[in-house]
């Protein structure tokens, strides 16, 4: 049973820089497929970074290329978001979530069965 618990979130100015969290136990290889989401009030969910942990290859939305980095670390069993240059529009409820490995790019919210309890971001 996988369990995930994000951190790190707060409040930033525009073109600021954050780094958030997801503490994971009870990863297996059936559930190695790592992804960060977002919702923003009013908005549907939207998928914003994923990776596989075993494996190569990350995705990303259009929105966050080349400002955000997704990373896992076996060492300490850490999922990260590195989020540089921040806008107003990044503002949201950051949810990391895992699930079964699917080569299908970013993929959707159905692809993760397994979801943390959010961190919120908010840029201004």
């Known amino acids: 049973h996988v369990q995930l618990v994000e951190s790190g979130g707060g409040s930033v100015q525009t073109g600021g820089s954050l780094r958030i969290s997801c503490g994971v136990s009870?990863?297996?290889?059936?559930?190695?497929?790592m992804a960060w989401f977002r919702q923003a009030p009013g908005k549907e969910r939207e998928g914003v970074a994923t990776m596989l942990v075993f494996g190569l290859g990350k995705y990303y939305a259009d929105s966050v290329k080349d400002r955000f980095t997704i990373s896992y670390d076996n060492a300490d069993n850490t999922l990260y978001l590195q989020m540089n240059n921040l806008k107003p529009e990044d503002t949201a409820m950051y949810y990391c979530a895992a699930g079964r490995p699917k080569y299908n790019g970013l993929g959707t919210g159905a692809d993760f069965g397994y979801w943390g309890q959010g961190t919120q971001v908010t840029v201004s």
């Open positions: 009870g990863l297996t290889a059936d559930t190695s497929r």
